[in-house]
């Protein structure tokens, strides 16, 4: 299995990013995907998580309302779209596949290399 996250670079508050993750390897639309983002000197986070029916859609508190995840089992990717990015949001991305518990880093079957997401003020 692999997960290649990619669309990460730097940009100035208030702008926009979207990560995508492409994955090979397993039954894609069966999988349920999360992303996580990992700042520096802190633990792993949860951001985000999508079903393989795209029905159930869960995002932290911290990004509601700017991130939204989203996925097209067509192209076995997964999509994270950033708006209104902060500085806080300064962090090292990945994606993760088959998650039994939407926001627990542990229940993911297999993790991507990781996007960095620099967000300057």
């Known amino acids: 299995v692999q997960l290649q996250a990619s669309g990460g670079g730097l940009v100035q508050a208030g702008g926009s990013l979207r990560l995508s993750c492409a994955a090979s390897?397993?039954?894609?639309?069966?999988?349920?995907m999360g992303w996580f983002r990992q700042a520096p000197g802190k633990e792993r986070e949860f951001v985000a998580y999508?079903?393989?029916?795209?029905?159930?859609?869960y995002h932290a508190d911290s990004v509601k309302g700017r991130f939204t995840i989203s996925r097209d089992n067509a192209k076995n990717t997964v999509y994270l779209q950033m708006n209104r990015l902060k500085p806080e949001d300064t962090a090292v991305y990945y994606c993760?596949?088959?998650?039994?518990?939407?926001?627990?880093?542990?229940?993911?079957?297999?993790w991507g290399q990781g996007t960095e997401v620099t967000v300057s003020s």
């Open positions: 993760a596949a088959n998650g039994r518990i939407s926001g627990l880093e542990s229940s993911y079957d297999y």
């Open positions: 999508i079903s393989w029916s795209s029905v159930t859609k």
């Open positions: 390897g397993l039954t894609f639309s069966r999988s349920s």
